[in-house]
């Protein structure tokens, strides 16, 4: 049970999580053209709508009217954040079989529009299911050259504040500084994570102000600790110290990080500068270099930040200045905005007062990340690096999807978005020893992380541990079927002794979290050239196989530790054999589900072990 304490930080969120800050501009979007050769195609349970892409867009909203006339309303998959999507195709769930649908698509600059001039529309009817299961066949290139596989995992991973590394409390009789230091290595040692960006290094439990200066003695133990994990942090440059608030009443979470602006900016930013500074002398200027410097947490949003778009750009000029004023080669970026808000306010600002841009950092959560590339080249920074320093499958703490199978298929589909065009995107966050809005009620409370208190894998940790194991080189992969590229997809890949090809299906649509038996595919997978006498295997994924939320039925709320490590057995990931008669393999996909598919040079090395990050 919540106590009154997580209630009303949960209530205080609620409220004000939806309340946007200032979304008035002094400057004009573009206005795009609409999509063209778009085209809807029914399939059993789904209509997939496709398009050319449009230069400049950001993202596109999906709209959809039923029968011949009437109006076109934007397609909702129910994830409680942006509708808008990154690239076509798109998998329509929501739909209702035997219905006839128009389709349009609206190209968007950037997130916070939801309208525009809307392409052509096209027809479609979700087929009703008739008892057979339709196919998909997914062929594989595997004696292509290949190109380098991108990770958009690998740089960079979610956790509760750091300071929660010192933290000796006990959370279902789990102590949270040890297993909270234990599952971020984790991500390093098994999933090869490289970097850690968590808010509030100046809380106030880090006491970084004190009445004859600055002490950062607290920050020291808490970057020594991660570093000595192999990990680096990501500087978010927040929360607001109490000695430094305009207005120290104006928080947010049930730890009351200040979220006011400084009474001084001169002071934030000597508090900056003196950071940057001890950073550099205790850990050498080399190795700060590598690390990042993100100003502030979702100022567009009224629950992170009590100020002025205006009084947020000044914080990011003096955060940037402070910064560079250490070394100019020191990376500083933002705006860190929720679902993608504010990345053109800052590009323009920036552009126009001269302060540096090394990274645009922004959030979004229940789709694949929108493509902010093109406002980088409109605004002059197209080196800038794009970093996603949140990400997830909901925005929602306390919801049951995020222990579920559908939100570990839902990971696999947006880094396979991201790849190639995102440097970086960060799950958030590692561990369910997570306190925002009060700490977990329970071992499985719906909680954001990776692993739970106790350190077991939930379905989306066993999808980093999936996308571990492909290879460096991507091989070319095609896709035929009723929903091919749309509801299933695949990620081809081989090193020296191995080709590893992940498939999976989903749809976004969120109230068929639990399945859709409709949506189950029958997969032939095709290796034309592979050798035969490579052994096969299969790692699933599925409600079922993997899925912690079905092995815990029937638990406590807080397990034994007996307990726990029969359940972490029973909802582990497991390979089985393959057979590969003529180079190919017959597999059922559910959906949601996922499968690994790996084929091994028996004379060349030993089967890969789930769980172990491969470093081919």
């Known amino acids: ?136 066949e ?121 979220i006011s602006p400084p009474a001084s900016y001169q002071a934030w930013h000597d508090l900056v500068r003196a950071l940057v500074q001890h950073l550099v002398d205790r850990y050498g200027l080399d190795e700060v270099l590598t690390w990042d410097f993100e100003v502030w947490n979702e100022a567009n949003l009224e629950v992170f930040w009590s100020g002025t778009k205006a009084e947020w750009m000044q914080l990011y000029d003096v955060s940037a200045a402070a910064v560079k004023s250490v070394d100019p080669r020191l990376a500083v970026g933002g705006p860190s905005s929720a679902a993608a808000g504010w990345v053109d306010d800052l590009l323009v600002h920036a552009a126009a007062n001269g302060s540096p841009v090394d990274f645009v950092s922004t959030h979004t959560y229940g789709s694949p990340p929108l493509d902010v590339r093109a406002s980088l080249e409109r605004h002059g920074f197209g080196d800038a690096r794009v970093l996603w320093t949140e990400w997830g499958v909901t925005p929602t703490h306390f919801n049951p999807i995020n222990d579920s199978v559908f939100s570990g298929v839902f990971l696999l589909r947006g880094m396979k978005s991201a790849a190639g065009r995102i440097d970086a995107l960060s799950y958030w966050v590692a561990s369910d020893h997570f306190e925002e809005l009060g700490r977990p009620p329970r071992l ?71 399945g859709a038996s409709e949506l189950t595919r029958n997969i032939r997978l095709q290796l034309p050239g592979v050798d035969p006498a490579w052994e096969a295997t299969a790692t699933t994924l599925a409600i079922g196989s993997g899925d912690i939320a079905a092995a815990a039925e029937g638990l406590p709320d807080w397990p034994t530790d007996e307990e726990l490590a029969d359940l972490a057995e029973r909802s582990k990931l497991v390979s089985t054999p393959l057979e590969l008669p003529d180079g190919a393999v017959e597999l059922s996909l559910p959906m949601p589900s996922a499968v690994l598919v790996e084929l091994q040079n028996p004379l060349l090395a030993p089967p890969h072990r789930p769980g172990q990050a491969r470093r081919d």
């Not at 009789?173 to 390093?188: F, K, N, P, Q, S």
Request: proline fraction near 7%; aromatic fraction near 6%; include cysteine.
């Open 444 to 514: 499985l409370h719906g909680g954001f992380g990776l692993q739970t208190v106790g350190g077991l894998a939930k379905p989306r940790y066993h999808a980093m541990t999936l996308l571990s194991r492909l290879g460096p080189v991507e091989l070319p992969v095609t896709l035929d079927g009723d929903g091919a590229d749309s509801l299933v997809e695949a990620w081809a890949s081989r090193d020296r002794d191995r080709i590893a090809v992940l498939l999976w299906n989903l749809t976004l649509d969120q109230t068929k979290a639990d």
């Open 138 to 258: 997914v062929t594989v290139d595997v004696v292509a050259e290949g190109t380098e596989l991108a990770k958009p995992w690998v740089p960079m991973v979610g956790s509760e504040r750091l300071s929660q590394l010192l933290c000796t409390d006990r959370t279902g009789g789990h102590e949270i500084g040890v297993e909270l230091e234990d599952a971020l290595r984790r991500m390093h040692d098994e999933i090869g994570v490289r970097t850690v960006r968590a808010h509030a290094i100046f809380h106030d439990d880090t006491h970084v102000v004190t009445e004859s200066g600055y002490d950062f003695s607290v920050v020291d133990t808490i970057y020594d600790k991660l570093l000595a994990i192999g990990l680096r942090p990501v500087v978010e440059l927040g929360f607001m110290p109490r000695e430094l608030a305009s207005d120290p009443s104006k928080k947010v979470f049930e730890y009351g990080a200040i």
């Open 1 to 136: 049970m919540q106590n009154d304490a997580q209630r009303s930080a949960q209530t205080d969120w609620d409220e004000r999580i939806a309340l946007r800050s200032d979304e008035e501009r002094e400057f004009a979007f573009p206005d795009l053209d609409p999509p063209k050769e778009v085209s809807a195609v029914g399939g059993v349970g789904q209509v997939t709508i496709d398009w050319s892409p449009v230069d400049g867009a950001a993202g596109y909203l999906i709209l959809r009217g039923a029968g011949e006339h009437g109006p076109l309303e934007p397609v909702d998959h129910h994830s409680r954040d942006i509708l808008s999507i990154p690239a076509p195709p798109y998998v329509d769930t929501t739909c209702t079989p035997g219905t006839p649908y128009r389709y349009a698509v609206v190209s968007v600059p950037e997130v916070t529009a939801t309208n525009g001039r809307a392409s052509a529309m096209a027809g479609a009817v979700p087929l009703v299911a008739d008892g057979t299961v339709p196919a998909v």
